[in-house]
Nanobody
């Protein structure tokens, strides 16, 4: 059974930084698709960033390009989301997702539509202005 455990959330002032971590267990980490999503209060879930754990290729939402970086440590089965230049609109619950369907790494929409995705429990990020 796949387990995804997020950590690193919290509260920060606008312009600040946070790093989220997602550690995976229960499946073969390498060569799969992992990503970060977020959900602001009263809004739907939004894809933020994807990484293909095989080659390390990445995809970002336009709203976070240049500010957020997704990376990985294969030895630790862990994916990170470094968030710099945080804005109040970045506030929300952040979720880690994993898919063994590699084609879902091609776009945020594809990963969002994954019926067999595994999900973390979510972690709260609050950015105050």
């Amino acid at each position: 059974q796949v387990q995804l455990v997020e950590s690193g959330g919290g509260s920060v002032q606008a312009g600040g930084s946070l790093r989220l971590s997602c550690t995976a267990s229960g499946y073969t980490y390498s060569g799969n698709c992992m990503g970060w999503f977020r959900q602001a209060p009263g809004k739907g879930r939004e894809g933020v960033a994807i990484i293909y754990t095989g080659a390390g290729t990445t995809v970002y939402a336009d709203s976070v390009k240049g500010r957020f970086t997704i990376s990985q440590d294969n030895a630790k089965n862990t994916v990170y989301l470094q968030m710099n230049g945080l804005r109040s609109e970045d506030t929300g619950m952040y979720y880690c997702a994993a898919s063994t369907q590699v084609f879902r790494c091609l776009s945020l929409d594809r990963l969002t539509d994954g019926e067999h995705n595994s999900w973390g429990q979510g972690i709260l990020v609050t950015v105050s202005s």
